[in-house]
């Protein structure tokens, strides 16, 4: 009964493939989220969708795309992977700004 | 733009004594909220408390609590009967209610509360 559930937990792979995480909520919100912890552990937000439309995208390169076919689903396509991209990826969803976050487990990418 | 700092990198505590996580935080908003997240090494993102803007009392969920100024914009978070599972990254971390954001959460750098034995 995982509420935010992310594949894969651990991602190694080599500079200049694509590659794709997925994340699936079971909670029933309308907002979903992608941020990027670094190798510092600073959290920083990439990207918002709420109701499938894009609501924020925060200066992300355009390598990195979203998509989300449905509301309880958002995928991160990531194109020509670089090291600078090695990350610990946190999938995210709410159901209104007045509620707080709930987490996957994070995705650790590894790009060689 | 909103900023949220943690001033102290590393803090420790001793097993069953009270520490106190700092935070401030920078708005020119009035209707936001604010949020403990803890990280243990599993990396998982746990929420520990949170408060509203708008509440003057100050947020307690069993050993954790918070004092917020929201005059100061300071939200610190404090832990009693500090225990050996409490060891974790801590960030603290601010939403703003509105429109046009959709309640971004801004994170600070973490403090990371070592518990000892």
């Known amino acids: 009964d995982t509420a935010v559930s992310q594949t894969p937990k651990y991602l190694v792979t080599q500079m200049g493939n694509d590659k794709s995480i997925k994340c699936e909520q079971n909670?029933?919100?309308?907002?979903m989220y992608w941020y990027k912890q670094d190798s510092k552990k600073f959290l920083k937000i990439m990207f918002s969708?709420?109701?499938?439309?894009?609501?924020i995208n925060e200066t992300v390169p355009n390598r990195f795309s979203p998509k989300s076919p449905d509301k309880a689903h958002l995928n991160l396509h990531i194109n020509s992977l670089e090291l600078g991209d090695s990350a610990v990826y946190f999938c995210?969803?709410?159901?209104?700004?007045?509620?707080?976050?709930?987490f996957g487990n994070g995705t650790r990418l590894t790009v060689t | 733009a909103q900023t949220v700092t943690q001033s102290q990198p590393e803090m420790s505590v001793q097993e069953a004594e009270t520490v106190t996580l700092s935070c401030t935080y920078d708005?020119?908003?009035?209707?936001?909220?604010l949020f403990w997240y803890k990280q243990p090494p599993s990396r998982q993102m746990i929420l520990v408390i949170r408060?509203?803007?708008?509440?003057?009392q100050n947020a307690t969920e069993n050993r954790f609590s918070v004092n917020f100024q929201k005059a100061a914009k300071s939200f610190s978070l404090k832990i009693s009967d500090s225990q050996l599972g409490d060891a974790a990254m801590y960030f603290c971390?601010?939403?703003?209610?509105?429109?046009?954001?959709?309640?971004?959460?801004?994170f600070g750098q973490g403090t990371t509360l070592q518990v000892k034995p």
């Open positions: 995210a969803s709410s159901q209104a700004d007045r509620s707080p976050l709930h």
């Open positions: 909670l029933g919100h309308d907002t």
């Open positions: 969708y709420n109701n499938k439309e894009l609501i």
């Open positions: 708005t020119s908003e009035s209707d936001y909220y």
């Open positions: 408060q509203e803007a708008y509440k003057q």
């Open positions: 971390a601010y939403r703003v209610h509105g429109s046009g954001n959709t309640g971004k959460l801004i």
